[in-house]
């Protein structure tokens, strides 16, 4: 089901930006319309360049504090793609191109997709350990939920000869 969907927009959206581009130069006329689409796309791959340079800095700013740069590299990838879109010819992906680019768009962006997307596949893949359910829930595959951090103590019980009962 999913799969129709992104193949009716790989399809929907580059027949409207080719209907939008119509209408345009309808407008505008064709020669300022292929400039407009030029400009943009040379706008375009300056902010791109700049918000991946600052983007980049902060990662290496989270790196060496000893945090994990999750939002930064969420905005590399927004910005990759906003980079494929800027280049793309079209005032349609220009536009989603821009709005990914420009922080003020892509922080809410950022937002909804993590939300929607990035924590629903980890609790998927992980069982809800990495977005923190599993701790409120307590650990999966465990008899009592008491007190999730009460180990066998007889798991890791030393014998008399020094050996190990080959639990541990």
Excluded at 46 to 61: D, K, P
Excluded at 84 to 95: H, I, N, Q, R
Excluded at 103 to 113: H, S
């Amino acid at each position: 089901m999913r799969l129709r969907w992104i193949l009716a927009a790989l399809l929907v959206v580059p027949l409207a930006d080719a209907a939008l581009l119509v209408v345009v130069a309808d407008a505008l006329g064709w020669v300022a319309t292929i400039a407009l689409v030029v400009l943009t796309a040379l706008l375009g791959s300056l902010l791109v360049r700049a918000e991946g340079r600052h983007t980049l800095r902060s990662i290496q700013r989270r790196l060496a504090a000893g945090e994990p740069p999750t939002d930064e590299l969420l905005d590399g990838g927004l910005l990759i793609a906003a980079g494929a879109l800027l280049l793309t010819p079209g005032l349609l992906t220009d536009a989603i191109g821009f709005a990914l680019g420009i922080p003020l768009t892509r922080y809410p962006i950022r937002t909804a997709l993590e939300r929607f997307v990035v924590t629903p596949y980890l609790d998927r893949r992980t069982g809800g350990f990495a977005t923190g359910a599993v701790w409120t829930a307590g650990f999966p595959d465990r008899e009592s939920d008491d007190d999730p951090f009460d180990l066998d103590p007889d798991a890791y019980r030393v014998d008399d000869d020094g050996g190990g009962n080959g639990n541990a």
